[in-house]
């Protein structure tokens, strides 16, 4: 079975005066029907970018798509043309954005909001457009969905617009949804909803999903697999369970040391030292090695390639066999 | 703001949520009442909006008013305004003749009526003409960014750099002062506010996120201009509007004073201000003056209020708060 979604070696540059930044080095993964993926990095590792390529709205004409490919059901989208991108999104690959409270245009009623989505892709009727638009908001838990339809986005609380966005999201019922940090601009409880909703929805629809973000506490129960990204770079590629048990890249464990947990009491956390790498001049070189603890030589003379460690677990480091889940000594209590 | 739910509700299989499991307490006390409110038109709303700017309502009464009298008052006023009576010259305001005469002895009232009809339609008409092409530019120019954008604005730059009564002078020596002329004079004069406005308007809108929401669904770069940016970026526009009735009424009597305008025996408000400089100054009949610039004040105010009151109406975050 050819996978849903298939990235190969995907390089994505910035043009800008100050020089080339290489936001993304060459990455790859794929997704099955269904699946669910994570993209853990932090701010500048190119995560974002990285799925803005999939839905091909890279910001032109400063970016270019320098290399790779894109196999999304059987076909490049990077191949395709700008009448069949709009054909893509939102009806085949669609995207939840990160705040809820800029995403929707205030000026639109919510059901001509989302009623137009369905009616551009489904070709439905004004009325039938409504009859969705009102499954949909009960679909992601919006109470009194079919009296809502007239109101406009201020008068729908923070949880409840981002409840929104996921419904504009699968309103044409998505092979592939990308959350792009989804819950960064809520506050706990909410988030909690939101990702419980997101994971029902995707049993629900059997869509697969790509889940962006920063923060490897939010994915654990959530997907799949993880893919950790640094410096444009994928650094390891994992199942979800081996990711935590296993880390095999400094990097992952720096992630996960600076996680709070209920494990250790009082124990602190452990910050990654050091800044991540500046992408307009790359060091050819493992990106990480300036702040890893495990850096030798080699690392700093050429970068390492992603080797496959473990059945689906991959990771970019020559030293990941002396990679421990905790570098640190820690005292017990 | 924040929802009070605590557990994260299951998504019951195929059952969507809505029913009884419902919690109280939402985010809304007045849910109800918005829902039933917000079933209404967006016309119905607006109105309902417009209608609590009371100083926005009195100048849409007396803009009517106003409007009414310069269409049906000519047939009511038992006076010619264009004819020449020597007998009745330089008449003060008096019950026959409420606004007084002029230096032929024309009755100053059926003058102003009359020449409302031009002064209003000629304003009306230019602001149209200039917000078409106002916002036509500003939004492909705001929009497109790069180099359209520039080569559009360096040509609102040379339209505002030009001596803009040169170019009327010109247009109309070589047109004539046709009604048309004038109309195309005064929004050559005054399209550059409105599109810069635009096109700063849709320079921050095209960032917004919603925007971007918008491509991610497949929304073309028509439909995200015309749904989404613009009818964002309208507030400053009517706004701008509001103040070019203004200002077509100062460039209409402008053109008048120069003897570009109508020409005699057409009155407008601006023309007659302008013939009345040297009896106010010289013979201080101060009604030739009070009376068209009074006319103009009321009808600048109005306009004024009335875009203030149509501003709130227009901002949907104003909709469903109730105010004072």
Known sequence: ????????????????????????????????????????????????????????????????????????????????????????????????????????????????????VV????????????????????????????????????????????????????????????????????????????????????????????????????????????????????????????????????YTVGLLNSLP???????????????????????????????????VDRCRESPPELVTLAPGHSAACYRSHDVTRRPTLEVQP | MSEVRLPPEPLGGSEPLGGPDLPGGGDSPGGGELAGESARSLTAQTWRQFRRHRLAVGGLVILGLLTVAVILGPWLIPFDPNRIEASTANLGPSLTHLMGTDELG?????????????TLSVSAAAVLVALIAGVAVGAVAGYAGGFIDN?????????????????????????????????????????????????????????????EAARTVGASDVGIVVRHILPNALSPVIVAATLGVANAILIESALSFLGLGFQPPEATWGGLLSDAKSSVVITGHWWRGLFPGLMIFITVLSANFIGDGLRDALDPRSAGIKKG
């Not at chain 1, 009448?83 to 809820?100: F, K």
């Open chain 1, 261 to 295: 947990t209920l494990e250790h009491g009082e124990r602190r956390l452990t910050p990654i030292p050091g800044s991540p790498p500046d992408p307009l001049h790359p060091s050819g070189a493992c990106s990480f090695a300036p702040r890893c603890p495990l850096a």
């Open chain 2, 106 to 118: 024309r009755d100053q009232l059926a003058r102003i009526l009359v020449g409302g009809r031009l």
């Open chain 1, 1 to 116: 079975m050819t996978p849903l979604l298939e990235v190969r070696d995907l390089v994505v540059r910035f043009d800008t005066d100050d020089g080339t930044v290489h936001a993304v080095n060459g990455i790859s993964y794929s997704l099955n029907r269904g699946e669910s993926l994570a993209i853990v990095g932090e701010s500048g590792s190119g995560k974002s970018v990285a799925a803005m390529a999939l839905m091909g709205l890279l910001p032109r004409p400063q970016a270019r798509i320098a290399g790779g490919s894109v196999m999304f059901q059987g076909r490049d989208l990077l191949a395709q043309t700008e009448q069949e991108w709009r054909r893509t999104r939102g009806r085949e690959i669609a995207m939840v954005y990160q705040d809820p409270m800029t995403s929707l245009n205030p000026s639109l009623r919510i059901g001509q909001q989302l009623g137009q």
């Open chain 1, 119 to 250: 009616r551009h892709h489904l070709g439905l009727s004004k009325s039938a457009a409504r009859v969705r638009v009102t499954d949909l908001l009960a679909l992601v838990g919006i109470p009194n969905p079919g009296g809502r339809l007239d109101d406009y986005p201020h008068q729908f609380s923070g949880g409840q617009r981002q409840r929104l966005l996921i419904a504009l999201a699968l309103s044409c019922d998505p092979a592939l949804l990308i959350a792009d940090e989804p819950t960064t601009a809520l506050d706990v409880t909410i988030q909690a909803q939101m990702i419980e909703l997101v994971k029902d929805l995707r049993e629900q629809l059997e869509m697969a999903v790509v889940w962006i973000t920063h923060d490897l506490g939010v994915v654990a129960g959530l997907v799949d697999k993880v893919a950790v990204m640094y410096g444009g770079n994928m650094v390891e590629n994992a199942p979800v369970r081996d990711l935590y048990a296993h880390p095999q890249h400094p």
């Open chain 2, 151 to 211: 080569v559009l604005m360096r040509v609102v730059d040379i339209f505002y750099a030009l001596p803009g009564l040169f170019i009327v002078i010109l247009l109309v020596a070589l047109i004539g002062p046709s009604y048309w002329t004038i109309v195309i004079a005064i929004a050559v004069l005054s399209w550059m506010n409105t599109a810069r406005l635009v096109r700063s308007s849709f320079l921050s809108l095209k960032e917004k996120e919603f925007v």
